[in-house]
């Protein structure tokens, strides 16, 4: 486990291989630096300084505005993401299974409760050094399958750290946290989309349970899930005064001999599936209700924002990825009696890229840093999902088109990357919606229609 103690020095000894690397890493980064004169490769002019790694660099952690904390995550996460490289991944997605070498990886470090709190077998640390842990997991070839297979992890629970009693805290965030547990998300609705507060799954109260009837959609892991976080109405829309008003949230056993799941053949991220669940009758005990009856929309708003920051995260990792493979290819493959990346219709778009990415990683971690001191970041939250992943996007698309056939083949991955960097662009809240609300609370514009 590593948590904000830890960091503090008290561990320090655990965490000396990924010191040790991240000093090696930048003292030869340093050095090569002196030595061209302000770039390791010698790119830039005489004199001037060079911040960056080179985007070919497998996870370079030399960000001069990452804290401590952040690059001490980063060399971490890199060392277990070192295990699994994008043979890997390319695997599990051509055997259509989730990844539990890499989950269980994970775990084993301390890493499934990075924002959860330490009693509980967390690490107490932000969403701004969670971000670094899923852009990381992405960015090393895993992409969304990587980063989705242990995302629920880091922003899902919040509403049971807080509101939830300490029984439930014990019982749920423990197992989740050590491994034992795999939990799913169940919000969105066949019926009624986007449309959250519309939502039709009952639940009625019944004695000692509640009674759920209804359906959720792409629900991603229930196929491997024994637990779901689940919003239902318990209010019927037309005896509520605000429609955010009757909806509640249960944590709760996946009980298969009472729901019925079924996976959704998919475009991309085969390894984490994603399924459609009905429901008729499913008796959930009271003792899984989170909070109070009724008042489960504003306990789920309360993680929405660090979900949108860290999805923008890992589609801010999927466009490195992208961009790293494209870079090399683009220094390899010789067409005409030059390296393709010598010509500026190849380098240039490119170059633009890594613009567009690095501009959508500050506001990724601008975002994090005003949500892990308090501020409510909506604006931030919406604006840095949407640049991470439209940039991501275009470096995916870019990245197949340096590679020409080669960028259609599965050798070299980038296909895997563009039909996964959609994910990110949908999900959790479409580009419309996103736009929807900076136009109404940014610019206070009428409610779009
Ligand atoms: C791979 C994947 C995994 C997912 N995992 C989960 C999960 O684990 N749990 C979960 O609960 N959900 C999950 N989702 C669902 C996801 O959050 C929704 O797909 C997303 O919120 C969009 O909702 P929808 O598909 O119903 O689109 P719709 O609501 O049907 O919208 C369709 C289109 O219309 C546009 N639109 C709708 N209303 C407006 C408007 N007022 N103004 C402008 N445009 C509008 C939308 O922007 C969108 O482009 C997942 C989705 C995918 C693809």
């Given at each position: 486990?590593?948590?904000?103690?830890?960091?503090?020095?008290?561990?320090?000894?655990?965490?000396?291989?990924?010191?040790?690397?991240?000093?090696?890493?930048?003292?030869?980064?340093?050095?090569?630096?002196?030595?061209?004169?302000?770039?390791?490769?010698g790119?830039?002019?005489?004199?001037?300084?060079?911040?960056?790694?080179?985007?070919?660099?497998?996870?370079?952690?030399?960000?001069?505005?990452?804290?401590?904390?952040?690059?001490?995550?980063?060399?971490?996460?890199?060392?277990?993401?070192?295990?699994?490289?994008?043979g890997?991944?390319?695997q599990?997605?051509?055997?259509?299974?989730?990844?539990?070498?890499?989950?269980?990886?994970?775990?084993?470090?301390?890493?499934?409760?990075?924002?959860?709190?330490?009693?509980?077998?967390?690490?107490?640390?932000?969403?701004?050094?969670?971000?670094?842990?899923?852009?990381?997991?992405?960015?090393?070839g895993?992409?969304?399958?990587?980063?989705?297979?242990?995302?629920?992890?880091?922003?899902?629970?919040?509403?049971?750290?807080?509101?939830?009693?300490?029984?439930?805290?014990?019982?749920?965030?423990?197992?989740?946290?050590?491994?034992?547990?795999?939990?799913?998300?169940?919000?969105?609705?066949?019926?009624?989309?986007?449309?959250?507060?519309?939502l039709?799954?009952?639940?009625?109260?019944?004695?000692?349970?509640?009674?759920?009837?209804?359906?959720?959609?792409?629900?991603?892991?229930?196929?491997?899930?024994?637990?779901?976080?689940?919003?239902?109405?318990?209010?019927?829309?037309?005896?509520?005064?605000?429609?955010?008003?009757?909806?509640?949230?249960?944590?709760?056993?996946?009980?298969?001999?009472?729901?019925?799941?079924?996976?959704?053949?998919?475009?991309?991220?085969?390894?984490?599936?994603?399924?459609?669940?009905?429901?008729?009758?499913?008796?959930?005990?009271?003792?899984?209700?989170?909070?109070?009856?009724?008042?489960?929309?504003?306990?789920?708003?309360?993680?929405?924002?660090?979900?949108?920051?860290?999805?923008?995260?890992?589609?801010?990792g999927?466009?490195?990825?992208?961009?790293?493979?494209?870079?090399?290819?683009?220094?390899?493959?010789?067409?005409?009696?030059?390296?393709?990346?010598?010509?500026?219709?190849?380098?240039?778009?490119?170059?633009?890229?890594?613009?567009?990415?690095?501009?959508?990683?500050?506001?990724?971690?601008?975002?994090?840093?005003?949500?892990?001191?308090?501020h409510?970041?909506?604006?931030?939250?919406n604006?840095?999902?949407?640049?991470?992943?439209?940039?991501?996007?275009?470096?995916?698309?870019?990245?197949?088109?340096?590679?020409?056939g080669?960028?259609y083949?599965?050798?070299?991955?980038?296909?895997?990357?563009?039909?996964?960097v959609?994910?990110?662009r949908?999900?959790?809240?479409?580009?419309?919606?996103?736009f929807?609300?900076?136009?109404?609370?940014?610019?206070?514009?009428?409610?779009?229609?």
């Amino acid at each position: 486990m590593i948590s904000r103690k830890i960091l503090r020095g008290l561990r320090v000894a655990s965490l000396r291989p990924s010191l040790n690397n991240l000093a090696s890493r930048v003292n030869s980064d340093l050095g090569s630096t002196l030595a061209s004169g302000g770039h390791k490769n010698g790119t830039l002019s005489e004199g001037r300084r060079g911040v960056h790694g080179q985007a070919t660099e497998y996870l370079p952690n030399n960000y001069p505005d990452f804290t401590e904390s952040q690059s001490m995550v980063r060399g971490a996460i890199a060392d277990v993401c070192s295990g699994f490289d994008d043979g890997y991944w390319s695997q599990i997605e051509s055997e259509h299974r989730f990844p539990s070498e890499f989950y269980n990886a994970v775990a084993k470090d301390g890493w499934l409760g990075i924002c959860l709190p330490e009693k509980y077998g967390g690490s107490d640390l932000g969403v701004s050094e969670a971000a670094v842990m899923t852009q990381t997991i992405s960015e090393s070839g895993g992409g969304m399958a990587g980063a989705s297979s242990v995302h629920i992890n880091i922003f899902g629970l919040e509403p049971v750290r807080k509101f939830g009693t300490e029984e439930q805290k014990q019982r749920m965030l423990v197992p989740l946290i050590n491994g034992k547990e795999r939990a799913c998300f169940g919000v969105t609705e066949p019926n009624t989309g986007l449309d959250t507060l519309k939502l039709q799954s009952r639940a009625v109260k019944d004695g000692d349970h509640f009674v759920l009837s209804g359906s959720k959609i792409w629900i991603s892991t229930a196929q491997v899930a024994e637990k779901i976080l689940i919003l239902v109405r318990t209010t019927p829309l037309e005896e509520v005064s605000k429609p955010s008003q009757g909806l509640s949230l249960f944590y709760t056993d996946l009980d298969r001999s009472q729901v019925d799941i079924t996976e959704i053949p998919k475009m991309g991220r085969a390894a984490i599936d994603s399924n459609q669940l009905f429901f008729d009758g499913w008796r959930v005990p009271k003792e899984d209700l989170i909070g109070e009856v009724d008042n489960g929309f504003k306990m789920i708003m309360h993680g929405m924002n660090a979900e949108r920051i860290l999805i923008g995260a890992e589609a801010l990792g999927l466009g490195y990825a992208a961009l790293r493979k494209a870079s090399i290819y683009a220094q390899e493959r010789s067409v005409f009696g030059r390296p393709i990346g010598q010509n500026q219709a190849i380098q240039h778009p490119l170059a633009e890229s890594w613009m567009q990415l690095e501009a959508a990683r500050l506001m990724i971690y601008q975002a994090a840093k005003l949500y892990d001191a308090g501020h409510a970041t909506g604006e931030y939250a919406n604006a840095a999902k949407y640049l991470a992943a439209e940039a991501a996007f275009h470096a995916c698309e870019r990245a197949i088109m340096v590679h020409g056939g080669m960028g259609y083949a599965k050798e070299y991955h980038v296909e895997r990357y563009l039909r996964e960097v959609f994910i990110p662009r949908i999900a959790p809240v479409s580009r419309e919606m996103i736009f929807n609300y900076i136009g109404e609370r940014v610019l206070g514009l009428p409610k779009s229609k």
